[in-house]
């Protein structure tokens, strides 16, 4: 207990975050002039810290494995790679604590500014200095960048600064052979057509953060004076102030600042893998934020742009060294953020690369299907050779979106460039996978082409449509919210481009639209007045244009009656044969392909049109698949089942003696059956309608004769099964209800010429039939005798 209150307090207590806690216990027993018995007493408590179960972990994800890094290459050698689990924010003090400051060519780095390969004679293998003579320092980065940290934070920014300098040498060199190598081996790594990650363990990113060390020791030197009191480091022990002369640690024409700068672009442009957890993969997205927004403060001149040429050539050309390489890992950091700033960078000095390093870094290989690795016919295709551990990327939508960045960029860069804008679009069609970002792109590009007050910017515009296109097709089989807004941004876009592309999406709409949106959607406003007016079309466009919306509609109401075929009425309503035909779809679709309501519906539709019998014919057809039963007396269809008898009769006797069986076969609402007989017993049938009335008598219908007595007998018919159906479970407090429920009924009743009669036997029988109900049959007596 005492041993987890301490850590927490000691965590709690600083103001840094855990994994910067490990750093700066790595910068206290890395400090040169530590005492032993101050080590072992150091490594102590961090051990028992180590060991306690809250102790925080270094990349904040529980359950991963990575391996010891810190001394994979110990003292300027290359070592074995020891796997540890449970990496804590302790751990890598842990193991610093066997690093010293003992070996004779670190000390003559730090120790001298004069300090080359003449001035050391134990140099045969050639690998302590370069080829200009300045010295280097083989040590795993993070670690040599956590002695830097350490000199610095100790007093010591001038052997801080000849350290770093010896490792950023070594960053170069190191560079350098990368290259020769893989041009070495080229032909047979893309034969193979997949790679593997060389860095497990990214710099940018890392809990040490190596490359902001080595830039921000590289800048603060630059900034600072270079003469002055110093505090010279004397490893043999002992600390004493002395004045040092200028010395020159840089060669000719080089600055601190171009040093620093280009260790940011080798450590960014490092091809690293994905970590596993949420807290690692943000700390990468961050520290690479922090590193460019750094880079960004600096101005640049014409020897950096030299630098930025000479890192872009190699990003393009190092392979699997590089996250821009030809051949990148499946789960290797994209480059997107780092690509947009170095595109901004080069593009007014060198377009050419500046496109070509951005293209390249567009792809986002996770997103991508494995493929075999015979596949060579896209020689960038990537195949990964580890499980596919595409859920673990919980930065994916940031990644996305950085993704979309750099094509915005790209494109606004483009515009009146016809070439690179083809090119851009490309790169945005096979490598961006979420329609969401394709849209937004395809907005961008429209408003800047539409930007100006001057004609727009054609080429832009077609681009924007193509990947709008692309968007539809996309989001065709999948569901998306904002498909609505898509498919009418699509048509506003198609409409500026010209009517060309009008009609080009109206010809193949079956693979951009359902058939509810290109009816309702795109051809209605293909055919508005406003479309015509933006187009500035004369009669024979405008009629070219409404065919080819009317041959859609026809096309769409023959896939889906159900949902287009009132819509193509009325896009054909002024063509004869277009409405003809559109008018036999339904027909044919109506015995079993379309609903009472959509029937009902477009029936309406035609009364209002003008057309009394083609209603008539629909409401007769959507009457076969209607059924009310007793209790919906509420039913939604009430209204179309009154409107259609009303049409029957305003028509005439024969066309409501045919309407009439069909009512009583579908409807069995007593309620409904009466309030229909009674609409039909007032008015002479025909009459209503002056074209019909010559053919009628004049004389109302009968109620002994067909077909207003079946009406009749079924109402009255209705009426009983309903009482029996509301009796079976009636409950005291809807009584009253159920007595206004007969007095209508006998309404009904009284209609037939012997209707007192039978409505007496009615209530007899409810009397002998529900003797039980007692209090109710009392309110039956007093009410109907």
Same mark, same amino acid.
């Not at 993070?142 to 300098?165: F, K, N, Q």
């Not at 539409?450 to 569901?479: A, C, H, N």
């Given at each position: ?35 032993? !018995? ?15 179960? &809250? ?111 010896? &490792? ?9 052979? =990368? ?6 081996? %080229? ?85 690293? &893998? ?8 943000? %700390? ?12 960004? !403060? &600096? ?6 742009? %030299? ?233 024979? =466009? ?41 008018? =036999? ?113 004049? %004389? ?86």
């Amino acid at each position: 207990m005492n041993q987890t209150h301490g850590l927490n307090c000691f965590i709690l207590g600083m103001s840094y975050p855990p994994v910067c806690a490990g750093a700066l216990w790595m910068c206290i027993v890395l400090n040169p002039h530590c005492k032993a !018995e101050q080590k072992s007493s150091w490594l102590r408590q961090l051990r028992r810290w180590n060991s306690v179960d &809250v102790c925080p972990w270094e990349d904040g994800n529980h359950g991963n494995e990575l391996p010891n890094l810190t001394h994979s290459l110990p003292q300027g050698a290359h070592g074995n790679q020891e796997m540890r689990s449970h990496r804590t924010v302790f751990t890598r003090a842990i193991e610093a604590c066997d690093l010293h400051w003992q070996d004779r060519h670190l000390q003559h780095i730090i120790a001298s500014d004069l300090y080359a390969n003449y001035c050391y004679h134990d140099n045969q293998d050639g690998s302590l200095f370069d080829s200009r003579g300045w010295p280097l320092w083989h040590e795993h980065v993070p670690t040599a960048c956590a002695r830097v940290d350490a000199l610095r934070s100790h007093g010591y920014p001038r052997e801080a600064l000849r350290l770093a300098i010896a &490792v950023v040498n070594t960053l170069r060199r190191q560079q350098q052979r =990368q290259l020769e190598h893989f041009r070495r081996h %080229k032909k047979e790594l893309l034969q193979k057509g997949h790679t593997s990650i060389t860095n497990m363990e990214g710099w940018v990113g890392h809990p040490l953060d190596p490359i902001g060390t080595l830039f921000s020791t590289l800048t603060e030197s630059g900034r600072s004076g270079e003469e002055g009191l110093n505090t010279c480091l004397d490893l043999s022990g002992t600390t004493r102030l002395c004045r040092l002369p200028v010395q020159r640690l840089l060669g000719e024409g080089e600055s601190y600042v171009a040093l620093a700068v280009e260790t940011a672009l080798v450590g960014l442009g490092q091809q690293r &893998v994905m970590p596993d957890g949420l807290y690692a993969q943000e %700390k990468v997205c961050r520290n690479e934020e922090q590193l460019l927004a750094k880079l960004q !403060e &600096v101005e640049l001149d014409e020897s950096l742009v %030299k630098i930025f040429r000479k890192q872009a050539v190699f990003l393009l050309e190092a392979g699997p060294y590089s996250g821009l390489g030809e051949i990148v890992h499946r789960e290797s950091v994209p480059m997107h953020t780092f690509a947009r700033y170095l595109f901004t960078s080069l593009l007014p000095h060198d377009a050419e690369l500046a496109y070509k390093l951005a293209l390249r870094a567009m792809r986002l290989p996770v997103l991508e299907s494995t493929a075999s690795s015979s596949d060579l016919s896209r020689p960038h295709h990537i195949v990964s050779v580890v499980p596919n551990r595409y859920p673990r990327w919980f930065t994916l939508s940031h990644i996305e979106s950085q993704q979309c960045e750099l094509a915005s960029t790209m494109l606004t860069a483009a515009k009146g460039d016809s070439r690179r804008l083809e090119t851009v679009l490309e790169s945005i069609q096979k490598n961006i996978h979420s329609s969401s970002h394709i849209f937004k792109l395809a907005q961008d590009a429209f408003k800047i082409a539409t930007l100006m007050d001057s004609l727009p910017d054609i080429t832009l515009l077609k681009v924007s449509l193509e990947l709008g296109l692309q968007v539809m097709r996309i989001t065709l089989s999948t569901l998306n919210w904002r498909r609505r807004e898509m498919v009418r941004w699509l048509v506003t876009c198609a409409t500026e481009v010209g009517v060309y592309a009008l009609d080009s999406i109206m010809q193949s709409w079956f693979t951009l639209f359902t058939p509810t949106e290109a009816t309702s959607i795109v051809a209605t406003t293909v055919m508005s007045n406003s479309t015509i007016v933006r187009l500035h079309l004369d009669c024979h =466009q405008q009629e070219n244009l409404a065919s080819s919306a009317r041959t859609l509609a026809l096309q769409c109401a023959m896939k889906d009656p159900q949902n287009c075929a009132l819509s193509a009425l009325t896009l054909c309503e002024k063509d004869h044969i277009a409405f003809e035909t559109a008018y =036999q779809i339904v027909l044919d679709a109506a015995a079993t392909g379309m609903s009472y309501t959509q029937l009902f519906t477009i029936a309406r539709y035609m009364e209002h049109r003008g057309y009394p019998m083609r209603a008539y014919k629909l409401a007769t057809l959507a009457m076969a698949h209607l059924n009310l039963s007793y209790n919906q007396d509420t039913h939604p269809a009430i209204n179309d089942v009154l409107w259609a008898c009303a049409l029957s009769h305003s028509l005439g006797k024969n066309e409501l003696a045919a309407v009439i069986p069909l009512v009583v076969k579908s409807v069995k609402c007593a309620t409904v059956l009466s309030d229909i007989l009674r609409r039909c017993t007032l008015t002479t049938p025909g009459m209503v309608s002056a074209l019909h009335s010559r053919r009628n008598s004049g %004389k109302l219908m009968s109620l002994d004769k067909a077909p207003l007595r079946q009406l009749l007998d079924a109402t009255i018919g209705a009426y009983i099964n309903t009482t029996h159906s509301r009796l079976t479970h009636i409950s005291p407090r809807h009584y009253s209800e159920f007595i206004e429920f007969l007095g209508k009924a006998r309404e009904t009743f009284m209609m037939a010429h012997d209707g007192h009669i039978q409505f007496t036997q009615f209530i007899d029988n409810l009397k002998q039939i529900y003797k039980g109900k007692k209090k109710l049959m009392m309110l039956v007596r007093e009410r109907f005798g």
